[in-house]
């Protein structure tokens, strides 16, 4: 059964940094687009950042762009998202996401976390 858990999340003051983590189990997933996307409440979900692990390509929405940097650990599974310079409006529950094709889109991502909260104080 695939597995996708997210960690690290919290409250954090505007300008500070965080760092979520994706922790994969169920398969490999050396092949997969893995993405972080985010909601806030009462706004769609909306993609963060992808990376691709055949070519190690990354790819990140102009609003964090220059602030968050997406990485991985593919021994262990394990895709993270650094996040400095938080700003409030950066607060949303942030989800990891897996699939074959996955890029910008949320419906192109077959596995899902649950998401951990992330809160940008100002």
């Known amino acids: 059964q695939v597995q996708l858990v997210e960690s690290g999340g919290g409250l954090v003051q505007a300008g500070g940094s965080l760092r979520v983590s994706c922790a994969a189990s169920?398969?490999?997933?050396?092949?997969?687009?893995r993405g972080w996307f985010r909601q806030a409440p009462g706004k769609e979900r909306e993609f963060v950042a992808v990376i691709y692990w055949s070519g190690s390509r990354t790819y990140y929405a102009d609003s964090v762009k220059g602030r968050f940097t997406i990485s991985g650990d593919n021994a262990k599974n394990m895709v993270y998202l650094q996040m400095n310079s938080l700003k409030p409006e950066d607060t949303a529950v942030y989800y990891c996401?897996?699939?074959?094709?996955?890029?910008?889109?949320?419906?192109?991502?077959?596995?899902w976390g649950q998401g951990t909260q992330v809160t940008v104080s100002s």
């Open positions: 996401a897996a699939d074959p094709l996955g890029d910008y889109r949320a419906t192109g991502y077959r596995y």
């Open positions: 169920g398969r490999t997933f050396s092949s997969y687009a």
